[in-house]
């Protein structure tokens, strides 16, 4: 049974913002607008709840820990932290990275969930658990230490099957591919950005 979206709608309707949606200044080296993103970040948890299991959780969670410390360097230095990147830098130049530390871990479970869609769109006859089992290890598996390792696979393990995950985005299933591919590409450019970003030395502690 899908969710309750409005008739013909999808899941992508219901989030507060999309990737789509947040601004990113080409002309200031992909400066990445800071409200926004996280607004974004924090839509995308709510699909950890659409996947339905609690095995779940500790994914979820340490996503919206990580999207908390960004927010409280954000709050606590508001003119400082307009982008991503301004954040990083005038944290750093205090001697302090919990944000930037955040940001980090956020981006690579941000990358976990992108890898493991996009692996699932581009495979159509893979089923949900290969692709975020094969995404978690290009992604968060070789940071994860041997405790929280079986936590995520057990997660892997607990994903639906593709044909129920896709029918919870929505009834329409051309309309959710659409929507999905514009999501997602949002996300990936995010994505590439902060990677490239956080490779720098500016940006190291």
């Not at 400082?80 to 130049?93: D, F, H, P, R, Y």
């Not at 995404?135 to 940071?143: F, Q």
């Not at 997660?155 to 044909?163: G, I, L």
């Not at 985005?169 to 490239?196: P, Y």
């Amino acid at each position: 049974m899908a969710a309750a979206y409005p008739p013909g709608g999808t899941f992508f309707d219901s989030v507060k913002r999309s990737f789509v949606d947040v601004p990113v200044d080409s002309s200031k080296d992909n400066a990445i607008s800071t409200t926004e993103f996280l607004e974004a970040a924090e839509s995308l948890t709510t699909l950890f709840d659409v996947l339905g299991s609690a095995a779940f959780k500790p994914v979820k969670n340490d996503m919206v820990g990580n999207i908390k410390k960004i927010r409280d360097r954000q709050l606590a230095a508001p003119t400082l932290s307009e982008t991503l990147q301004e954040l990083v830098i005038n944290e750093l130049k205090e001697k302090k990275h919990t944000a930037t530390e955040g940001l980090l871990w956020l981006n690579r479970g941000l990358d976990f969930t992108a890898q493991a869609l996009r692996h699932n769109v581009s495979n159509p006859s893979k089923e949900l658990a290969d692709s975020f089992r094969d995404a978690y290890g290009n992604t968060l598996k070789p940071h994860h230490s041997f405790i929280v390792k079986p936590i995520f696979s057990a997660a892997m393990s607990a994903t639906p099957y593709r044909k129920d995950f896709y029918k919870k985005l929505g009834d329409d299933d051309a309309k959710v591919q659409t929507e999905l591919e514009k999501w997602l590409k949002g996300l990936e450019h995010d994505i590439s950005v902060l990677n490239e970003f956080l490779k720098r030395k500016e940006a190291k502690w």
